[in-house]
């Protein structure tokens, strides 16, 4: 009897070992994400604007996507796209006014059921109470990028220090204080570099004296677009003296502009310098002052007002990404130093794109590419060569689906993604898509007033529809014009492509089960 006793113990201690050893073997994951950094802003990605030598290494280390798209250009869908693997209309978060459903499948859910310890650090900015975690410390509401207000289980306090800053030192912490029997799983959300661009302390006057090229769309006057480039309010033109450029309310005599509020001129809005102790407001306006002061002395007018606004919001959009930088090669020096390097997925990516003047623009919510396109970098030594850049349209929707693969779990039906895993590991890929659906819904309330639109974009074409108040078509060549100025819609020599592009586009409404459009043609 003790020898069949002795058996089974033995049996069960060898089972445990074999399941604890297969759990240890599953790879940790570390997803990095910003809010609104353009490719444009990221030197892997050939930008002249800055260098980013921290992002750039999970590039050369790992692979680079070129095509890489979101569903519903916007904070909170795109948010809610990455954790349910569905379309906005699913996951029920449609626009910035919805409150998520965290009772809902997410990827974080499944990882932890599995074994995983999971952790939420940073911007989460969907209102409800994170779910799926075992560890979360969130920024309340959008984030200050001072002293922020940090929320978690136990309630809210303030931290004295830089959000980025702030968000890196938690993420460490946590990754510290974790249980090393099993793998982990971090979502780590930047809130950099979002509006207002409030760089680091140190990084002021970073790029004080740098002109910065005028993109080439910068004058575009969008005379073959629909009315809805015109209607929005998201020009470069109309942004806040006061809250986007820093200047002085004494120092300016009124507001030029809406902020893309779309409410009349005059508006001040200085509030921010609240947020900051008397010791950050001291160096801060010991800098931004002098810029104001020069403002006033310069007396700017027409285009030369409009090119400096231009030269300013570089300066500080682009100081609040040497943070985001420097925090990326600190989580990177982390898993070096930690011995977790080969065994951890690192992605690095932004919840979508933004507008750096092209079209006279900044936000996002448009299907052109600027907004559509977010960045992609990803790296696992053991499955993913580096050096590798990748041509295939992938989307926000397939982050779920590529974790859990992964992991080794079953990726839910109800998912609308695919795993990129055999993408990135150079393995025989024998179902791609070869065309994206996009759903853009925050019209009327909230900023901007882009209006609703829906839309396909293949390889080479790109057809939106813009309804709601509206009934308008824009059709794109991107081969013959990468910078979508020419909506060759109505262009009689395109009419069997748009035909052919446009059936494709239905098809993916079936698909997608998005079924709250009537079709029209």
Not at 405 to 426: F, T
Request: glycine share 6%; aromatic share 14%; net charge negative.
């Amino acid at each position: 009897m003790r020898s069949i006793i002795y058996f089974s113990l033995i049996l069960c201690c060898t089972v445990f070992i074999s399941c604890e050893s297969k759990l240890a073997k599953r790879p940790n994951i570390i997803f990095i994400m910003s809010d609104d950094h353009s490719e444009a802003a990221i030197s892997a990605y050939g930008s002249k604007l800055i260098s980013t030598p921290n992002i750039d290494r999970i590039a050369n280390e790992g692979v680079q996507f070129n095509n890489s798209f979101v569903t519903n250009s916007i904070c909170a869908p795109s948010r809610a796209v990455l954790l349910t693997g569905k379309y906005s209309h699913l996951n029920g978060v449609l626009d910035n006014n919805q409150v998520f459903d965290g009772d809902q499948e997410t990827f974080p859910k499944l990882l932890q059921e599995a074994g995983y310890e999971t952790s939420m650090i940073g911007k989460w900015h969907l209102k409800s109470e994170p779910t799926g975690f075992d560890n979360w410390k969130v920024l309340k509401g959008q984030g200050e990028y001072y002293n922020p207000l940090i929320v978690d289980e136990s309630g809210e306090k303030n931290i004295l220090g830089y959000v980025t800053d702030v968000i890196t030192d938690l993420a460490i912490k946590t990754l510290d204080n974790r249980d090393q029997d099993k793998p982990f799983a971090m979502l780590m959300h930047h809130k950099a570099p979002h509006r207002n661009w409030m760089p680091n302390l140190k990084n002021l006057g970073a790029f004080k004296g740098k002109t910065f090229p005028i993109p080439e769309t910068f004058y575009d006057d969008y005379s073959s677009r629909s009315s809805a480039a015109t209607d929005s309010d998201m020009r470069i033109d109309n942004m806040f003296l006061t809250w986007d450029m820093k200047l002085r309310p004494e120092d300016i005599d009124k507001e030029t502009g809406t902020g893309g509020s779309g409410k009349a001129s005059g508006i001040i809005r200085d509030s921010y310098r609240e947020w900051m102790n008397i010791d950050q407001r001291y160096i801060w306006e010991a800098y931004y002052d002098s810029i104001s002061a020069d403002y006033r002395e310069s007396n700017l007018k027409g285009n030369e007002l409009l090119e400096w606004k231009f030269q300013r919001y570089m300066e500080d959009y682009l100081g609040t990404i040497l943070s985001v930088d420097e925090s990326v090669g600190k989580i990177l020096d982390y898993l070096d130093n930690n011995g977790l390097a080969d065994n951890t997925i690192i992605v690095y990516t932004s919840d979508q794109g933004f507008y750096l003047g092209e079209h006279g623009w900044f936000d996002k919510r448009f299907m052109y590419e600027e907004s559509l396109s977010m960045p992609l970098l990803m790296r696992y030594p053991k499955e993913i060569k580096g050096q590798q850049e990748l041509d295939e349209i992938v989307l926000n929707l397939d982050f779920a689906p590529t974790f859990l693969d992964y992991a080794g779990i079953k990726v839910p039906k109800s998912m609308q993604g695919y795993s990129m895993r055999n993408l990135v590991s150079g393995k025989k890929q024998s179902k791609w898509r070869e065309s994206m659906y996009y759903h853009y819904f925050e019209f009327p309330h909230g900023w901007h007033f882009v209006k609703k639109h829906y839309g396909i974009r293949t390889d080479r074409y790109k057809l939106i529809h813009f309804y709601d108040d509206i009934d308008a078509w824009e059709f794109y060549d991107l081969k013959n014009d990468p910078n979508e100025i020419n909506n060759i819609y109505n262009d009689p020599n395109y009419k069997s492509e748009i035909n052919t592009t446009k059936r494709e586009l239905y098809k993916l409404q079936v698909e997608f089960k998005d079924t709250v459009i009537e079709k029209t043609d």
